[in-house]
């Protein structure tokens, strides 16, 4: 296919999007002209295929395919309504893969879908490792606080660790160094930096619960704050377990630190990408 007719074609499928209850959508009328369908009939086989592909997947095919009605002229300037379908950029993936893709139309939405599909998978990826860095920051917030508040109650940095540490036993059921041989964690970094983001999340509630009930109880001492701190915890990791999610056998995540430098270096790349196109 020549660097004009992609051209050419991608400008189509860019001009036929619209969007329905703010998602990215296209008619499958529309879809079918630009195909190659002649037949409606013919069509509608393939998007049933399509329709079949989604369901073994675990999707929802009303979520993908809805029907929707579609005004259209027939001439002496009226309109009368026809059966439609509101494809999503999935949908629309499943249907040329079940295409004839002898057909030009049928190769270039192929490749043209799935690298979209692929570019969607990539920001939703890129959001969650997004969220898990911001919950690691949080984290870090948390604790900053936490230790300002148990310092003035008498907890030197020593004894903060202690605490922390006895409540990430609590959380766990293992202790730091336990639980970091357990996940192949470093022993020399933090364990926040490798927990997944739900576990980075558990801490930070329990930190916070801390702080909260450290001020409002009128809490000072090692001993009494220990005890409330593990008490959230304990909280904490009860209502995880009731939901069937067991924080000491959750996996390790990548290294938060390399996540952000991964984070960062994307945003050089766009920023050097704008600039050029200036």
Not at 69 to 79: A, D, F, L, Q, T
Not at 93 to 102: E, H
Not at 222 to 246: F, S, Y
Request: with cysteine.
């Amino acid at each position: 296919m020549k660097s004009e007719e992609i051209k050419n074609l991608f400008s189509k499928f860019e001009a036929a999007t619209s969007e329905l209850e703010g998602i990215e959508c296209w008619s499958a009328r529309e879809l079918q002209e630009l195909l190659g369908y002649s037949k409606w009939e013919n069509f509608e086989k393939v998007i049933q295929k399509a329709k079949d592909a989604c369901k073994n997947a675990g999707e929802s095919i009303e979520n993908h395919f809805p029907d929707i009605r579609k005004m259209v002229e027939i001439g002496s300037n009226s309109e009368r309504p026809i059966d439609d379908i509101a494809l999503t950029r999935y949908a629309c993936y499943l249907i040329a893969q079940n295409g004839d893709s002898r057909k030009e139309e049928i190769a270039f939405a192929q490749n043209y879908f799935a690298v979209q599909t692929r570019r969607a998978e990539m920001v939703e990826q890129r959001l969650l490792e997004f969220e898990r860095v911001k919950a690691r920051e949080k984290l870090s917030q948390t604790e900053k606080q936490l230790s300002g508040i148990l310092y003035e109650r008498g907890v030197d940095s020593q004894g903060f660790a202690l605490i922390r540490s006895k409540g990430d036993q609590a959380l766990f059921r293992l202790n730091t160094y336990m639980l970091k041989k357990k996940m192949g964690m470093p022993d020399s970094r933090p364990l926040a930096d490798f927990l997944p983001t739900i576990s980075i999340k558990a801490k930070d509630l329990a930190a916070e619960m801390t702080g909260l009930n450290v001020q409002s109880k009128d809490l000072k001492g090692q001993t009494k704050i220990e005890k409330e701190h593990i008490d959230n915890n304990l909280a904490v990791r009860q209502m995880l377990t009731k939901r069937g999610i067991i924080p000491e056998n959750l996996p390790a995540a990548e290294d938060v630190k390399k996540l952000q430098r991964k984070l960062d270096g994307d945003e050089k790349k766009i920023l050097k990408s704008n600039k050029k196109k200036k």
